[in-house]
């Protein structure tokens, strides 16, 4: 079930003329609410701000948008226990064209039912593939979450079976960057390690605490290229978003026998490992009370 | 002045849930309208439904679009004798996700007034800049006009003068690719270039067309990769749309000059020579009245 605010009133269409389905003109966070309450919230704002500048959008302030949000979580009828929030700020309206010739920015409000995955994603980890859609290099929209998400629609198009439960992206130049709808790290001996995303990729806040985490408990933890071949020899991965927090990956799939293959993944299977368990802990113990391992 | 329709009925907005405006899930054509009719209907719609076809949208047939199209030209209210249509296929509405869950295409018709170039455009020739806004190469959306457009509208918002008629977009690897609305076209001696669109760009139905003429006249095409020395070096340089039809360079500017700069081509004026005033002609001869040249 979901609802959509404008400001504070209820709404179900876009106007004809925003640019965000005529360019995909906009940016937007998938924001976890949970006991009524939006989680991480400064992080969405700080990096929807980060993005609307850097993409020329005179976006609302901090404070503006999170009114924006507030004022859907207090007009909508769904249960906030456990929901989920999208926060959409489009370029706005403007005649047609690529100029945005002043257009002034729109702030959307998505609100939807949401449920904890399902604890053995958790305590057993689970299955990924790695996709055959290749990531373009795009330096200038690299880390964004904007509304320009072409490529993880047609990853994600590569499979249907439900216990398949992400897909991994690796770019134009074979270098791992992201899941569909995750960040993805992986353990080597001592070092913590995660895609370099100046190219591609979004940056997500929970890839952000994960590091910081990380880097308070004292680990080596490191931003970097990671080829086909570091994946295959880790000793751990695991993927990370807003919403699930931490999953341990227990096997990574090739694509379909008929797309090409990388020598050495087929069929690898990796146990979730105590610096996946550690960080799973912490997070629980700062009240990620899905977490469940 | 714009009309939206949905099938025959008019909107004013697009539904929360259509992917359009999600994920940029979906494709365009923007068709010129002519004397209430439109022009290269059948190469538009056969782009259209390869770009489905290659997005996995499960678009209705080129006899179905041609059917929303009609319905949106024989309902709007609006002046049809110069005008353009935009012609939209969406992959659907669908729950939350990037995944399209068995979501079906919508077909959305922009209906908008328009007004042919200043003739002087033609005659005199256009004055285009290079952007610094460099485009990704993917090679499973190059070519295509998909809702995905961030890099145009950040290449276009690039310059601000009304006299700037086109900005010419390299990609990456520093190869020409296309103006942010257009397509380009180079003569250098006896032959006629035009950006190989397989790594990136929009290849346009003006594009085709251009390239078809031409070799009914016997002239030497080349669909290659042009570098920032061959078009400095280009004898003349031609854009092209399905609006406009053909409009020659006169002037090529580097983007501002606190940007990077490429030697050799600050200030270089080109004349509007006599293969691109030929191939204005044979578009004239066809049908293309607005061309003046």
Same mark, same amino acid.
């Given at each position: 079930?979901?609802?959509?605010?404008?400001?504070?009133?209820?709404?179900?269409?876009?106007?004809?003329?925003?640019?965000?389905?005529?360019?995909?003109?906009?940016?937007?966070?998938?924001?976890?609410?949970?006991?009524?309450?939006?989680?991480? !919230?400064?992080?969405?704002?700080? $990096?929807?701000?980060? &993005?609307?500048? #850097?993409? /020329?959008?005179? @976006?609302?302030?901090?404070? +503006?948008?999170?009114?924006?949000?507030?004022?859907?979580?207090?007009?909508?009828?769904?249960?906030?226990?456990?929901?989920?929030?999208? !926060?959409?700020?489009?370029?706005? $309206?403007?005649?047609? &064209?690529?100029? #945005?010739? /002043?257009?002034? @920015?729109?702030?959307?409000? +998505?609100?939807?039912?949401?449920?904890?995955?399902?604890?053995?994603?958790?305590?057993?980890?689970?299955?990924?593939?790695?996709?055959?859609?290749?990531?373009?290099?795009?330096?200038?929209?690299? &880390?964004?979450?904007?509304?320009?998400?072409?490529?993880?629609?047609?990853?994600?198009?590569?499979?249907?079976?439900?216990?398949?439960?992400?897909?991994?992206?690796?770019?134009?130049?074979?270098?791992?960057?992201?899941?569909?709808?995750?960040?993805?790290?992986?353990?080597? &001996?001592?070092?913590?390690?995660?895609?370099?995303?100046?190219?591609?990729?979004?940056?997500?806040?929970?890839?952000?605490?994960?590091?910081?985490?990380?880097?308070?408990?004292?680990?080596?933890?490191?931003?970097?290229?990671?080829?086909?071949?570091?994946?295959?020899?880790?000793?751990?991965?695991?993927?990370?978003?807003?919403?699930?927090?931490?999953?341990?990956?227990?096997?990574?799939?090739?694509?379909?026998?008929?797309?090409?293959?990388?020598?050495?993944?087929?069929?690898?299977?990796?146990?979730?490992?105590?610096?996946?368990?550690?960080?799973?802990?912490?997070?629980?113990?700062?009240?990620?009370?899905?977490?469940?391992?």
């Amino acid at each position: 079930m979901s609802e959509w605010y404008f400001q504070d009133k209820a709404i179900t269409g876009i106007p004809v003329d925003d640019r965000a389905w005529l360019y995909g003109d906009g940016l937007f966070e998938t924001i976890a609410i949970r006991d009524g309450k939006p989680r991480l !919230l400064t992080r969405h704002l700080e $990096r929807l701000s980060t &993005g609307c500048r #850097r993409m /020329g959008i005179a @976006a609302p302030g901090a404070d +503006g948008l999170a009114e924006s949000l507030g004022a859907a979580l207090s007009n909508t009828m769904l249960d906030l226990e456990f929901a989920l929030a999208r !926060l959409v700020v489009t370029a706005g $309206r403007s005649p047609r &064209g690529y100029a #945005r010739s /002043g257009a002034t @920015a729109n702030v959307y409000t +998505g609100v939807f039912s949401a449920a904890p995955l399902d604890p053995r994603l958790y305590s057993e980890g689970c299955r990924v593939r790695i996709c055959s859609t290749r990531l373009a290099r795009q330096p200038q929209l690299a &880390g964004l979450k904007t509304l320009n998400r072409l490529e993880q629609v047609l990853a994600r198009a590569e499979w249907h079976s439900s216990t398949v439960f992400e897909g991994l992206c690796f770019d134009t130049e074979e270098q791992l960057i992201c899941g569909t709808m995750s960040n993805v790290f992986i353990v080597r &001996g001592e070092r913590l390690m995660t895609p370099d995303l100046s190219q591609s990729g979004v940056a997500g806040v929970m890839r952000r605490l994960v590091l910081e985490i990380a880097e308070e408990g004292g680990s080596i933890v490191e931003i970097t290229a990671i080829g086909h071949q570091v994946l295959s020899a880790a000793d751990e991965v695991f993927l990370c978003n807003s919403q699930f927090g931490v999953v341990p990956v227990t096997s990574i799939e090739q694509p379909h026998d008929d797309l090409p293959t990388v020598a050495g993944q087929s069929g690898k299977y990796l146990p979730a490992g105590p610096v996946t368990r550690g960080l799973m802990d912490s997070l629980r113990q700062r009240g990620y009370a899905e977490i469940t391992c």
